[in-house]
């Protein structure tokens, strides 16, 4: 199977409609339709469902769409990356990082690099959430991480970079916020903003809640750490937030602390096996960061 074809393709596939896809592929129909049925023979069945007014995809072409826009990407990503190289760069590396450590960590750790790799060239992705991260880091389309445990899959090693904890970040006309440390209890009746169901952060925010005997009422959800305090500051709901979310200016926000504060860790990540001389080196530059733990400091989290 040859890259056009799977071009081509997810082209089809995306349109459902071979003139659209001819139009966005910057050529004819006729011959863009025999590209698809070469294709269809080499692999030996079916892709699509063709009739006079719409394209369906066959279950078999469910996957090859699936699958194959990864493998584009992939492709994508190994041209720059080789190109990059060729151009001079010591190497590659692809890097993402968490909520805020996308603002606060992510600038130190790209300058450290430029002091003491000028040649590595780092290609970052940004307010990524931990499965998301885990995923990359296991599929190789990521190198490290900065991400909040808990992982769930083996293959990854984590050395502890901090230790924050939760707060409450209210609208600034909350009965709340002319408190000062705060009963996480005392907001059981409070509607709460949160990251999505599947991130860590959320998991420690919900596990806290029921140990404080309540079950939260969500009310909204957001990936990013500033959409989600815009909307506390919108009036909302409230939520809980990494302390370090604190950095984010937000007028409408107040921040409070809880009593007994569930803590969240910050980690970097990579995938066990992976440990060349050039991510070593780079894996080295967190030492160095402001907070910074050892790797036998980690509490579990070392490898």
Same mark, same amino acid.
């Given at each position: ?19 659209? #896809? #001819? ?12 590209? +698809? ?22 279950? #078999? ?60 060239? +780092? ?11 885990? /995923? ?49 209890? /005392? ?5 709460? +903003? ?17 140990? /404080? ?84 400091? /980690? ?5």
């Amino acid at each position: 199977m040859e890259t056009r074809h799977l071009k081509y393709f997810i082209a089809v596939a995306e349109e459902r409609h071979f003139g659209k #896809a #001819a139009a966005r592929l910057h050529m004819a129909q006729p011959p863009l339709s025999q590209q +698809i049925r070469q294709l269809e023979e080499q692999l030996g069945t079916p892709l699509l469902v063709r009739t006079t007014r719409k394209v369906e995809l066959t279950p #078999a072409g469910q996957v090859l769409l699936d699958r194959g826009r990864v493998l584009l990407q992939e492709l994508e990503v190994l041209e720059s990356d080789v190109r990059q190289v060729g151009d001079g760069a010591i190497g590659v590396l692809r890097v993402g990082f968490t909520g805020t450590a996308t603002y606060r960590l992510m600038p130190l750790i790209v300058q450290a690099a430029r002091r003491s790799m000028p040649g590595l060239r +780092i290609t970052v992705q940004g307010e990524m959430l931990t499965p998301q991260m885990e /995923a990359a880091l296991e599929e190789g389309r990521l190198d490290a991480a900065v991400l909040r445990p808990p992982v769930h899959s083996g293959g990854l090693a984590l050395k502890l970079l901090e230790q924050d904890q939760l707060v409450a970040a209210l609208p600034a006309d909350s009965p709340f916020a002319e408190k000062g440390t705060l009963e996480l209890a /005392a907001l059981s009746e409070e509607g709460f +903003i949160s990251y999505p169901g599947y991130s860590a952060v959320n998991s420690i925010f919900v596990d806290a809640c029921r140990g /404080a005997g309540f079950q939260p009422k969500l009310v909204q959800e957001a990936k990013e750490t500033s959409t989600l305090l815009s909307l506390v500051a919108a009036g909302m709901g409230i939520a809980l937030v990494p302390m370090t979310s604190r950095m984010f200016s937000f007028q409408g926000v107040v921040f409070r602390p809880l009593r007994n504060p569930p803590p969240v860790d910050l980690a970097v990540a990579w995938s066990r096996g992976s440990e060349t001389p050039l991510l070593e080196s780079f894996l080295a530059l967190f030492d160095s960061l402001p907070g910074s733990h050892t790797a036998s400091e /980690a509490q579990g989290l070392t490898p």
